[in-house]
């Protein structure tokens, strides 16, 4: 699976606004909302299951990277944003250190093989290095999509 399956350009945020992980959820949910990709009145559902998985563990899993993820029965099609956050939001992270970019992922309850398809796709790629550094550094939509599909090809060593 390719990133570009499910990542929305509209939901790409460059600058997270977010001070916390609570509102960085909040923003790149709403983000998702605004794209046309959620159903608002998903909202509060989704923002308590995702705020339930980070209790019960972080998603963000060290070098400055963190993936929240959710499935829900009334999600119709897989859909992912992508905020940059220049400061760094405090993710309980694995590592303990802040998290810069994150992506969050948005999937059907009845469609867990795709779910786990987007995972490995996601995490092959933050895995490396190059990939990292230039999403972290990327300043506009279109530099976080030519990235995305750079990786897709194979570009990013």
């Known amino acids: 699976m390719k990133l570009r399956d499910f990542v929305i350009d509209q939901a790409v945020l460059t600058e997270l606004a977010a001070p916390n992980r609570d509102a960085a959820l909040e923003e790149m949910l709403d983000a998702l909302i605004a794209a046309g990709s959620v159903d608002a009145k998903l909202r509060s559902a989704l923002l308590d299951l995702l705020l339930a998985r980070e209790k019960n563990g972080s998603t963000g899993f060290g070098k ?3 993936v929240p993820h959710v499935k829900h029965p009334d999600v119709k099609e897989m859909c992912a944003a992508v905020a940059i956050s220049g400061p760094g939001v405090d993710f309980n992270a694995l590592d303990k250190q802040p998290v810069y970019t994150l992506f969050m992922l948005v999937s059907p309850a ?5 779910h786990l398809q987007a995972m490995e796709a996601l995490f092959s790629n933050l895995q490396k290095d190059t990939f ?3 999403l972290r550094q990327a300043s506009t939509v279109s530099a976080v999509t030519d990235l995305l599909d750079e990786a897709d090809r194979g570009e990013l060593g």
């Open 132 to 134: 990292r550094n230039f």
């Open 64 to 66: 400055g990277v963190a």
């Open 110 to 114: 009845d469609k867990p093989d795709q």
